[in-house]
Structure formats: C-alpha cells, structure tokens
C-alpha cells in the first residue's frame, strides 16, 4: 500500500494505490494524518490505483470524512473500480461519501 498526499488545484490529493486492507491500514492511516489539518481545501481521496479496501479502509476514509466536514470541507471519492466500489455499496458508504 503506498499513499501521496500532494496539492491539485487548490484541493489536497491522497492518492493511494495498492490493497487498503487490515495489515495496510495502521500505515495508510498515519500516512493519511495530514488531512485532519488541513484547513479551507477539499479532500480528494484519488482511488484510481486502489485494488481493494477492507472494513480497515473504510473507517480511515470515514474518520476523515467527519473531521473534514465539521471544518465545512467536502471529501470526494475518485477513481474507484468495480471492485472498491462494491464494497461501498454493500456497506452503504457509497450514500454517505460524494463521487467525482
């Protein structure tokens, strides 16, 4: 699992690539810590090069939905396959978290 966090037209990026799986998820998180400060800039969690995610992932990407919304930010979801995208709906992720 890698993660890059990097500035894309006035949005901060988090592109991640790889499994977001439960072995993954304590360094994906860490890598991830920035987001929590960032301050009037939307998230973009970039999941184009992301193979799969696990129950793990889905509650970073949902920390970081919270927080960020409480500082009147948006999160968006790019880039996500069939597979990934599965598991949003059957969890019922897919109703909370925007898609770009």
């Not at 949005?11 to 304590?26: P, S």
């Not at 994906?28 to 193979?51: F, H, Q, R, S």
């Amino acid at each position: 699992m890698k993660t890059t966090i990097q500035e894309q037209d006035g949005n901060m990026v988090a592109i991640l690539e790889g499994k977001l799986d439960t072995g993954a998820a304590a360094e994906a998180e860490k890598a991830m810590n920035p987001l929590y400060d960032v301050e009037g800039k939307d998230i973009i969690l970039d999941c184009t090069a992301l193979d799969y995610i696990s129950s793990a992932g889905l509650r970073i990407f949902l920390g970081i939905l919270q927080h960020t919304q409480e500082k009147g930010q948006h999160v968006y979801i790019r880039g996500i396959n069939d597979t990934v995208r599965a598991v949003f709906t059957i969890t019922g992720f897919s109703n909370i978290f925007e898609f770009i």
